[in-house]
């Protein structure tokens, strides 16, 4: 019997090594023939990849327009898509043997009601992954927090925008078509481990992903030379863990006293 090839929609190395943590961990904790919920899967890059090892997947995302894409690129019958938000599905009162959570809540107000849904969507023995941005990480303090500051300033904004286009970089991601990707929460791994109790759940895992590979002016060099990437990937595992680009972690249920 030939084996199943896996394929990846990600190109950046940091993207793959999320993607693998994710796998990683699904295979450690449930089932072959689990189902997973893929929480904001935007234009599902994940729930696909997640398919293709057998995973009944729904990714739900309440963007039309990433769910428009998502169903186009689906060519699996055990992985679907719906618009719907998280809350509207717990009403339908089903359960996840896990739940993705993947660079969503950075985008969220208030993340704790998103996680309080979640915590009802999951079994009880499930498995929650998440990742985030590091608040503190170079990306978020270099890049993005400027970036947030320079819309205050329509020409400098107008500016940058016509900068970015010449340099080929584009306002929307491989894992989101939303018209809006902008970042509200800043999370350092303390502010996660808060936010985690403070929804009944324990953190098992933290793991870091990139370092500096996505900062400008690096990023120019590392868009086009992937062993910088993996490079970068690696530096980051030896460095302490406020200093990496990201957080890929595990959550679980508190067990009830």
């Known amino acids: 019997m030939t084996p199943t090839v896996i394929t990846y929609e990600y190109d950046r190395i940091t993207d793959r090594k999320r993607l693998n943590f994710i796998v990683d961990s699904l295979k450690n904790e449930i089932p072959a023939n689990a189902r997973i919920l893929d ?36 060519k699996l019958p055990n ?72 819309r205050n300033n329509p020409k400098l904004w107008n500016m940058i ?13 491989v894992q989101s078509q939303a ?11 303390r502010d996660l481990r808060e936010l985690a109790a403070a929804n009944d759940f324990n953190i098992t895992q933290i793991s870091k992903t990139n370092f500096v590979e996505d900062v400008f002016p690096f990023s120019i060099l590392t868009r086009r030379l992937k062993f910088l990437q993996a490079l970068d990937c690696q530096v980051a595992e030896l460095l302490p863990v406020g200093w990496t680009g990201g957080f890929n972690t595990i959550w679980k249920k508190k067990k009830a006293s």
């Open 39 to 74: 929480v904001g899967c935007g234009n599902g890059v994940i729930s696909r990849h997640l398919g293709q090892f057998g995973y009944e997947v729904l990714g739900i995302d309440i963007s039309d327009k990433t769910i428009a894409v998502a169903r186009s690129k689906n």
């Open 179 to 189: 018209d809006n990707l902008d970042h509200v929460q800043f999370f350092t791994r």
């Open 79 to 150: 992985v679907r898509f719906e618009a719907i938000s998280a809350e509207q599905l717990t009403v339908q009162g089903l359960q996840y043997d896990a739940v993705i959570c993947s660079e969503v809540l950075e985008h969220l107000d208030n993340p704790g009601i998103l996680l309080n849904t979640i915590y009802k969507s999951l079994r009880e023995n499930g498995v929650l992954i998440v990742t985030v941005p590091n608040g503190m990480g170079p990306r978020e303090v270099l890049v993005t927090k400027p970036m947030l500051k320079a």
């Open 161 to 173: 925008g016509k900068f970015k286009s010449a340099l080929g970089f584009k306002g929307t991601t």
